[in-house]
């Protein structure tokens, strides 16, 4: 399997950042860390071995960049506008450096898609949802999708826009809706141990997007499916089955 090791200055950031690349072909998805989790977090945990059948074939390439959550949702010092300002800034880098760097690299113009486990799982959803031009395909696995939860409960500085069960709820433009309806929709979630609150969100989104008419494929997985990586190594390459054998991937 190949695998590219990348650091860099990020303008967006003001700081070094890093990330990893594995294969090379296929759909592009960027894997988002767990709460405050590196670059290298998806291979530690076996995830990249998971997919490794889907990498080697070239179906697909993951492209793993560091998070900055510890200075932004997790920061317990900092204030709503500080979080939602780094945030942003980490949207910006995302976007106007990791996606532009993805597609001048690879040639990739079409749609790309986005990945995470537990809060990863929040940032590939939220982005998802807030760019479906850029992003045509989540895989949202064991996510909290209410912002709310990073900041005491409190919506106001901006959190709002960034708390996906919150702006969705509220979304009526044809635009976003119509994007979302041709995209590629999938959010997971056990029923065991430590999935309480993803299990909550979870059922919200489900009820969310059958309002509102949007196709997602919303998976349950049994009493005995904990929120942690032995299932979550289970889970990614049957989804990614799922898309290979639709022709998605």
């Known amino acids: 399997m190949k695998a590219e090791y990348y650091k860099g200055y990020s303008p967006s950031l003001n700081r070094e950042m890093e990330f990893k690349v594995y294969g090379h072909g296929g759909k592009p998805f960027i894997v988002f860390p767990s709460s405050g989790g590196r670059f290298y977090e998806y291979e530690d945990f076996g995830m990249v071995e998971a997919c490794r059948s889907f990498i080697e074939e070239g179906k697909i390439r993951l492209i793993t960049p560091d998070s900055v959550d510890k200075n932004s949702w997790l920061n317990r010092e900092a204030g709503n506008g500080h979080k939602v300002h780094v945030h942003r800034c980490y949207e910006n880098y995302i976007l106007e450096e990791l996606v532009a760097a993805i597609r001048w690299d690879f040639g990739w113009e079409q749609g790309i898609g986005v990945t995470g486990c537990s809060m990863g799982a929040y940032h590939a959803l939220n982005f998802f949802l807030k760019h479906p031009d850029v992003f045509d395909t989540v895989i949202a696995q064991s996510g909290i999708y209410d912002a709310g939860f990073f900041t005491g409960g409190n919506l106001d500085e901006g959190v709002y826009f960034d708390s996906p069960i919150h702006y969705l709820a509220g979304l009526e433009d044809p635009w976003f809706l119509e994007h979302y309806r ?29 309002a509102k008419g949007i196709p997602a494929w919303i998976d349950y997985w049994g009493q005995d499916v904990d929120h942690d990586w032995p299932w979550w190594q289970i889970q990614i390459p049957y989804f990614l089955g799922k898309l290979a054998e639709s022709g998605w991937i």
């Open 182 to 210: 041709k995209n590629k929709i999938v959010v997971s979630t056990g029923l065991g141990r430590w999935e309480k609150d993803t299990l909550r969100d979870t059922d919200l989104l489900s009820n969310l997007f059958k």
